[in-house]
């Protein structure tokens, strides 16, 4: 049980390690003390809440963006925008083993994403 665990918490090194690599082509690397989780996700509850800040502030940063543009271009910031996310899905999710199915759930997760208007009126 140990050594699951200690496998588990190698392959986590190895696969992080790779992806901060991948993020240094794009010219951004980990800042110590960045924004970011605060606590460990080691529940349900804190992962939940961890992922619920993450998408208010990318969508704080999408309405700022946007709002700071002129008439006429910011819807055009929107679109832009979702292509932007969608691309960074697909770039987290392929740092994962194909078992991970990630894809899918992400998939899934745009689909209720743009259902979430309809919900909400």
Do not use: W
């Not at 190698?10 to 003390?33: M, S, T, Y």
């Not at 700071?68 to 925008?81: V, Y």
Request: hydrophobic share 40%; aromatic share 8%; glycine share 8%.
């Amino acid at each position: 049980m140990c050594g699951d665990f200690d496998d588990h918490e190698r392959i986590d090194d190895e696969l992080f390690e790779r992806f901060v690599e991948l993020a240094k082509h794009f010219g951004v690397q980990p800042q110590p003390g960045g924004n970011g989780a605060a606590a460990p996700l080691d529940t349900q509850s804190v992962r939940a809440e961890y992922m619920n800040g993450l998408f208010k502030a990318a969508l704080t940063r999408c309405v700022n963006d946007a709002a700071s543009l002129p008439h006429g271009e910011r819807m055009d910031a929107l679109a832009g925008q979702a292509i932007v996310f969608a691309r960074l899905a697909g770039l987290l999710t392929s740092q994962f083993p194909p078992e991970a199915d990630l894809f899918r759930t992400v998939t899934s997760a745009v689909v209720d994403g743009h259902s979430e208007p309809a919900s909400l009126s």
